[in-house]
Every structure is written in structure tokens, then in C-alpha cells.
T-cell receptor, first 115, second 112 residues
Framework: EAGVAQSPRYKIIEKRQSVAFWCNPI?????LYWYQQILGQGPKLLIQ????????DSQLPKDRFSAERLKGVDSTLKIQPAKLEDSAVYLC?????????????FGPGTRLTVL | GENVGLHLPTLSVQEGDNSIINCAYS??????FIWYKQESGKGPQFIID?????DKRQGQRVTVLLNKTVKHLSLQIAATQPGDSAVYFC???????????FGTGTRLLVSP
């Protein structure tokens, strides 16, 4: 079974530039998550989709971050404009459903460096 | 991700030893807990989970213990192997909410 795919794996940009990350979840998984993992910390949920609807985006900095999952499959996360503190690994995860006992499968992440 | 764990608490053990990794959680309303393993350059990988109505659950070489009185979770790894070297995170889910909240992690180093 193919895992969660993410691209690019690495991205280096200057502050105030824009960047986009792509995620392809495991086939058939209805729920998709984007996490931000700052160096030395655990992942922090940014946004959760159920099919193509947003379930939780309470920790997404909406003035600069946006995400979409138009057809309920692939998703993109965008940052515009980027700040130095956005340097982190951005992880995508998917699960069959949301809730207790439903395992989230993580992709390898995109490491973003903002200079 | 890469270089996860540069400033994390570190547990160093010898191959073959048993390892115990601890996690304190703060939300008494949390009813589901998971342990994840994260190797360098990779996303977190599910190890084992436990619901709040249990105090112990065993898997292959791993055991999770939950003490709700003191809000403490531990992961025990038996006969630790060099391949167990990674950063380990506990995560909790709160009743009524769907999202996982991750702890800060512990780096496990296993020497041959």
C-alpha cells in the first residue's frame, strides 16, 4: 500500500515570498491533516479536512496560511507571505475517518527554511 | 523531519536493555492516547495506543501504561535494539475534539 506522498521534500525561500506544499493521502482516506513541526517540538495541527470540508482550522494563521482539498483527495497548503518563524517541517497525514482509534498515517514532510 | 530532537530530553540505553519513556499530559479530559516514533527525515509512525478506560496495553515488545491519577503515560520497550533509536512522542485526544495534541518528545539513543 502506498503511503502519504508529499512534495517538495525541501524548500528554501526568503521571507515575504510565497510557497506551496502538496499532499497526496492514502487512497480511500477521507480525513487529511496538515501539521507544523518546529525543530525540537511535537507536530501541531494546522488544519483538518473531512473529504473536502474543513473540520478544524483553529490553529491555522489565516492571515498568511491557506489550504484546500478541492476534490476530497489531494491537498495544498500555501504560505503567503512567509515569515522567519514559519521555518519548520510541514507534515501531512491521512486517516480513514476521524476519531479515537483511527490511526493517522504521516507523510515524510516538507522541510521549509525561510531566510 | 530531519534533525528532530536536537533540544529534546534524551534517553541513552545499551542494546538489549529495557527502555522506559515517560510523558506527562495536562488535560484530564483526554480519553485516548497514542505513542509515535519519528526517525530522522521521516514522519511520525504509530506504535501503540490506549483508551482512558484502560491502564495497560501490550504490543510486540512495547507496553503502554496509563496513570490517570497523576496524568502520566509511559512507553516501555523491551530488549531495545539500535533500530529503536528515534524521537518518541506521546499524543492525546480530548473528549469532544477530534484533533491530536502532541507532547514535546524524547530522543532514544541505543548503542550496540
Amino acid at each position: 500500500e502506498a503511503g502519504v506522498a508529499q512534495s517538495p521534500r525541501y524548500k528554501i525561500i526568503e521571507k515575504r515570498q510565497s510557497v506551496a506544499f502538496w499532499c497526496n493521502p492514502i487512497s480511500g482516506h477521507a480525513t487529511l491533516y496538515w501539521y507544523q513541526q518546529i525543530l525540537g517540538q511535537g507536530p501541531k495541527l494546522l488544519i483538518q479536512f473531512q473529504n473536502n470540508g474543513v473540520v478544524d482550522d483553529s490553529q491555522l494563521p489565516k492571515d498568511r496560511f491557506s489550504a484546500e482539498r478541492l476534490k476530497g483527495v489531494d491537498s495544498t497548503l500555501k504560505i503567503q507571505p512567509a515569515k522567519l518563524e514559519d521555518s519548520a517541517v510541514y507534515l501531512c497525514a491521512s486517516s480513514q475517518l476521524a476519531g479515537k482509534g483511527i490511526e493517522q498515517f504521516f507523510g515524510p514532510g516538507t522541510r521549509l527554511t525561510v531566510l | 523531519g530531519e534533525n528532530v530532537g536536537l533540544h529534546l530530553p534524551t534517553l541513552s540505553v545499551q542494546e538489549g536493555d529495557n527502555s522506559i519513556i515517560n510523558c506527562a499530559y495536562s488535560n484530564s479530559a483526554s480519553d485516548y492516547f497514542i505513542w509515535y516514533k519519528q526517525e530522522s527525515g521521516k514522519g511520525p509512525q504509530f506504535i501503540i495506543d490506549i483508551r482512558s478506560n484502560m491502564d495497560k496495553r501490550q504490543g510486540q515488545r512495547v507496553t503502554v501504561l496509563l496513570n490517570k491519577t497523576v496524568k502520566h503515560l509511559s512507553l516501555q520497550i523491551a530488549a531495545t535494539q539500535p533500530g529503536d533509536s528515534a524521537v518518541y512522542f506521546c499524543a492525546e485526544k480530548t473528549v469532544g475534539f477530534q484533533k491530536l495534541v502532541f507532547g514535546t518528545g524524547t530522543r532514544l539513543l541505543v548503542s550496540p
